[in-house]
């Protein structure tokens, strides 16, 4: 069987990431799956700027930030292969690939890297009622056909979910020549990005209609109309609110969902919460020699986050293949809790974590003016101020090694609102 | 001039032109959407019904508990997927046992084998996830799980390669006798024809209509139901029933043949004929009562909701009506549940009676067998692979969710009666059929069709009709 070092399962942002760090930590075997044609991931259909600035200080678009970690792979001679689909990872990480090019085979590594990212919550999860007329699409779906087949999706378009890739396709559709009538939020708030909202709705003039949910979906062949009406506190549809609203397109943005079907059949344990693999400090899942990062693991906000996340798990990876299995301690549970979500990584090893490890987390709701509390064990370490805190912006926190107490043994996030 | 037009592409059209098409004659099916298998047959249980639920001496009770016989051997024969799984009715109450004898002494009588009355302590033996409040469980072990679509394309496909003709996008306008024979006046103009035989399923009443002078009205009667995640598809073993009621079985739950789990239908009569809209009351009651059944289902796990319309007479005795209602003119008409079980004993019923009506004699040659799309997914490693080396359009994954391969989907797209929209493939092969719902595949299957079809993109259907993908080229309004 072809043997790997380091086998690297999808060739996006996050896959890169990991492969050139991995490479730069001296693994010579590595190996990048690739399900599409080419590298690059979801970014290739981003085509609109924000992309890198925290990474190269600039505002790149989706597809030149790809380009940046495909020129650094092709430096490296890291071999990739395209048209490639996982279709299983064993426990002991042998992998069954199928391809247009290689046809099926079993590729096993030493250390895997899940790298599968994220996909698009559908309408039928939603469980919205009406029709199924053509002209309902996600809106990475549709963003896919305007901006790499050069496609119309619709004209009269309507967008439920305000998570950021409805946002985006707002301004896009609005570009492309469609009108886009309004967005709707099922929750009292945006779980996108407040820049996105300022610079896709605000500056186009397209309403957000927040607390409002489509409640019926009208049209035997392709879309007539959507029926809009307003929530109580309990997302349920308050009776006589109903407006109906003609359109030809629904595009969706109701949330996104780490791919994690492979991640299963390989044994590891998932964070019900994040869908995510639960890892520890390494970014090691449950399951030996097996890491995650990027949107497989959490979904993030921004891709220069998933490129320095993935990094350090191909550099994780590295060691894993140098030194072997170590033997871990991971006793330190981290976990979110009054308003704070989750946390990633959810488990440390305090001996191997680095002098400083970000933590990443989000909150569940929209905060004004609140305190963002650190415990080690059941002391508070740390108080910070925060002005404002939103489900759409991922958070995070340095952890100083040098801080730890020696009998830690869980370390928690609350948000401590002001007493009134 | 035909022989005999089969007005309808359901199953139960697609069963009677596989049976006629053993005689020599030339047959058409007329159908007015754009691929068989669009209306009831599309969106019902999926369930091969044992057959204790219908009232001895019908015709439901007939052909139910024949189709039911039959069904396992016609999977193998027209290759469909078919599971045996098993059914449960359930009752909540010890006062209700009594309804749950009833229908094992109708089943008796029906001629259903294996009946068994389950105490509840051996029905959660054998089903753990039912509620600890059902009593007692009528066990019915011949009762099966389909693939509706998988049914009905292999009917309509074997059909057509003993010589059928099928004309897709052909709705019948009107129906009148000219001397000896029938004039159709359709969307594609004018068809003769010496017999017409009515399987138009929820129109089936205007056909009929049409051509006899006591009239009767079809009342579509809506189904709802949820399909959830692959992954919950082992909740239970056996397909879930309650106790029926007055305007069907009840509300089921139940694996499917692909390993989803399946809850509905609900019932409730209407007049719209094309008015397969699921509502939020429908489906909210869908699921209050499944839970009632199987506690716990993991609602979250929702990939898609649907309806489906039964085509109920109303006013009649409650049964199929399988005759020659006028010289020429026959009709296979309120094929209500348990039709689609019942769908392959109609077909032969059928086509002997328009045979001995018209005086029709049987081919030399008939093509008994036809084979499916292939599954890599049920081949071995080792014959995959083969497979995927032969070919290497079957290793192109496509569909991630359910793996279909660029191959299936060609093949899905060149076969006879091929697939011409996107649900048309999802219906063939399961593409965007899985968890995501073709949020990754849905661009990908859209291109393979322009390519096969050689027509643009603007032109492609979800399903046939007005109901295009995309309206045009970006940039084209500025």
Same mark, same amino acid.
């Given at each position: ?6 086998? =690297?399962? $999808?060739?996006? !942002? #996050? @896959?890169?990431?990991? /492969?050139?760090? &991995?490479? *730069? ?102 469980? =919205?009622? $009406?029709?199924? !007329? #053509? @002209?309902?699409?996600? /809106?990475?779906? &549709?963003? *896919? ?109 109701? @949330? ?165 | ?478």
């Amino acid at each position: 069987m072809e043997t790997y070092d380091i086998v =690297i399962v $999808g060739g996006g !942002p #996050a @896959g890169l990431a990991a /492969a050139i760090a &991995a490479k *730069r930590a001296g693994t010579e075997r590595l190996l990048i799956l690739e399900r599409d044609s080419e590298l690059g991931g979801i970014l290739n259909q981003c085509i609109h700027n924000g992309f890198g600035l925290h990474t190269f200080g600039e505002e790149l678009t989706g597809p030149e930030y790809a380009e940046r970690y495909i020129r650094q792979v092709r430096e490296l001679e890291i071999p990739c292969l395209l048209n490639t689909m996982v279709l299983d990872i064993s426990p002991d990480r042998v992998l069954t690939v199928a391809g247009r090019d290689g046809g099926l085979r079993q590729i096993a590594a030493r250390a895997v890297i899940l790298a599968m990212g994220c996909r698009e919550r559908p309408r039928g999860a939603l469980n =919205i009622p $009406g029709y199924r !007329p #053509a @002209g309902i699409y996600s /809106a990475g779906t &549709a963003q *896919r056909l305007v901006n790499m087949e050069g496609y119309m999706p619709g004209r009269e378009v309507v967008i439920l979910g305000s998570g950021d890739i409805g946002l985006i396709m707002a301004r896009r559709m609005s570009l492309e020549g469609a009108h886009v009538k309004l967005v709707a939020e099922v929750l009292p708030y945006s779980g996108g990005l407040k820049r996105n909202i300022s610079q896709c709705l605000d500056d186009f003039g397209i309403p957000l209609k927040l607390s409002h949910t489509v409640v019926d979906i009208d049209g035997r062949e392709r879309l007539r109309g959507v029926t809009l009406a307003e929530v109580d506190e309990n997302r349920r549809p308050i009776p006589g609110t109903e407006e109906y609203i003609p359109c030809d397109t629904l595009l969706l943005s109701v @949330g996104l969902l780490p791919e994690n079907e492979l991640s299963a059949s390989a044994g590891v344990a998932l964070d019900s919460v994040t869908g995510g693999p639960v890892v520890t400090e390494s970014l090691l899942t449950s399951v030996p020699g097996v890491f995650a990062c990027g949107n497989v693991l959490h979904v993030h906000d921004l891709v220069d986050y998933v490129s320095e996340e993935a990094a350090r798990a191909g550099e994780n990876a590295a060691d894993y293949v140098r030194q072997g299995e170590q033997p871990e301690e991971a006793n330190v549970r981290l976990a979110g809790k009054k308003g704070v979500r989750y946390t990633v990584p959810q488990l440390l090893d305090v001996r191997h974590m680095p002098e400083q490890l970000t933590v990443r987390f989000r909150v569940g709701q929209p905060y004004r003016d609140v305190t963002l509390c650190v415990w080690f064990n059941e002391t508070c370490f740390r108080r910070i101020r925060k002005r404002v805190m939103a489900p759409g912006e991922m958070e995070q926190f340095l952890l100083r090694r040098a801080d730890l107490p020696d009998d830690l043994h869980t370390i928690t996030f609350t948000v401590e609102e002001d007493a009134k | 001039m035909y022989d005999a037009v089969i007005v309808g592409a359901g199953v139960i059209g697609c069963a009677i032109a596989r049976e006629l098409s053993r005689y020599s004659l030339k047959l058409c099916v007329a159908e007015k959407n754009e691929d068989v298998c669009t209306g009831t047959s599309k969106a019902n249980s999926a369930i091969v019904h044992a057959g204790f639920d219908a009232v001895p001496g019908t015709r439901k009770a007939r052909f139910n508990v024949e189709g039911s016989r039959m069904m396992e051997a016609l999977s193998h024969t027209l290759d469909f997927s078919y599971r045996r799984n098993g059914a449960l009715v359930l009752c909540f109450d010890e006062a209700d046992r009594v309804h749950l004898q009833e229908l094992y002494h109708r089943g008796i009588v029906n001629g259903v084998e294996g009946l068994e009355i389950l105490d509840k302590e051996a029905l959660h033996a054998m089903e753990p996830a039912v509620t600890q409040e059902a009593a007692a469980a009528l066990y019915a072990p011949s009762s099966g799980i389909v693939c509706p679509f998988g049914l009905t394309i292999a009917l309509a496909e074997n059909a057509f390669e003993n010589g059928a003709e099928f004309r897709m996008n052909c709705q019948v306008q009107s129906l009148r006798r000219a001397g000896d024979h029938f004039v159709l006046v359709t969307d594609q103009g004018e068809l003769e024809s010496r017999a017409v035989i009515n399987a138009a399923g929820v129109y089936g009443d205007v056909l009929h209509n049409e051509i006899c002078a006591e009239t009767l009205r079809i009342v579509p009667r809506k189904g709802e139901y949820c399909l959830l995640d692959r992954r919950d598809g082992t909740l239970v073993d056996h397909t879930i029933f309650q106790l029926p009621g007055k305007l069907g079985k009840g509300i089921l739950v139940t694996p499917t043949v692909h390993g989803n789990l399946l809850l509905g239908p609900t019932a409730a009569d209407q007049d719209a004929r094309e008015g397969t809209n699921t509502t939020a009351a429908g489906l909210a009651n869908a699921i209050d009562k499944a839970q009632r059944s199987v506690p716990h289902l993991p609602m979250r796990d929702v990939i898609t909701s649907f309806a489906g319309l039964r085509a109920h007479i109303a006013g009649g005795d409650d049964d199929f009506v399988l005759q020659q209602s006028a010289p020429g003119f026959y009709e296979a008409i309120g094929i209500e549940s348990p039709g689609l079980t019942a769908a392959p004993a109609i077909g032969v019923y059928m086509a002997q009676l328009v045979a001995e009506g018209m005086g029709l004699v049987k081919k030399e040659h008939f093509t008994e067998t036809r084979r499916s799309i292939v599954n890599p997914r049920e081949l071995s490693f080792e014959a995959r692979q083969a497979l995927i080396s032969r070919d290497p359009a079957y290793g192109h994954i496509i569909c991630r969710c359910e793996q279909i391969s660029e191959g299936e989907i060609r093949d899905a797209i060149r076969r006879p009666l091929g697939a011409r929209s996107l649900d048309g493939v999802k219906r063939r092969v399961r593409a965007g059929m899985g968890r995501c719902q073709g949020g990754f595949c849905s661009p990908r299957v859209m291109e393979l069709l322009s390519r096969e079809w050689n027509e643009p993109m603007t032109e492609l259907t979800k399903s046939g009709g007005e109901s295009y993908l995309v309206v045009g080229l970006t940039k084209e309004e500025l």
